[in-house]
Nanobody, 115 residues
Framework: QVQLVESGGGLVQAGGSLRLSCAVSRSLRSFVSMGWYRQAPGKQRELVAL???????NYADSVKGRFTISRDNAENTVNLQMNSLKPEDTAVYYC?????????WGQGTQVTVSS
């Protein structure tokens, strides 16, 4: 069973930064892709950033230029650096790991951006 544990969420003022981390219980090389998603109250869960096994990345238009996804294969972590945060970035952020045929999710970490 694969476990994903997110950390780094919290309360920050608009314009501030946070760095989320997702600790994975298996080598990142096991996964086709790793991603960060978020879900705000009353809204559907949405993709924030994705990194695939080859290293290519994709971002939601709303976070391009502000967020950066990265992975540390030695530490089995996937990170999300979030800069220039906005109140609309407030959500629970989830880490997701994808293998052939199965998706794994973390429990989520709350990010709250005050105006």
């Amino acid at each position: 069973q694969v476990q994903l544990v997110e950390s780094g969420g919290g309360l920050v003022q608009a314009g501030g930064s946070l760095r989320l981390s997702c600790a994975v219980s298996r080598s990142l090389r096991s996964f086709v892709s790793m991603g960060w998603y978020r879900q705000a109250p009353g809204k559907q869960r949405e993709l924030v950033a994705l990194i695939i096994s080859g290293g290519n990345t994709n971002y939601a238009d709303s976070v391009k230029g502000r967020f950066t996804i990265s992975r540390d294969n030695a530490e089995n972590t996937v990170n999300l650096q979030m800069n220039s945060l906005k109140p609309e970035d407030t959500a629970v952020y989830y880490c997701k790991a994808v293998t052939l045929g199965y998706n794994y999710w973390g429990q989520g970490t709350q990010v709250t951006v005050s105006s």
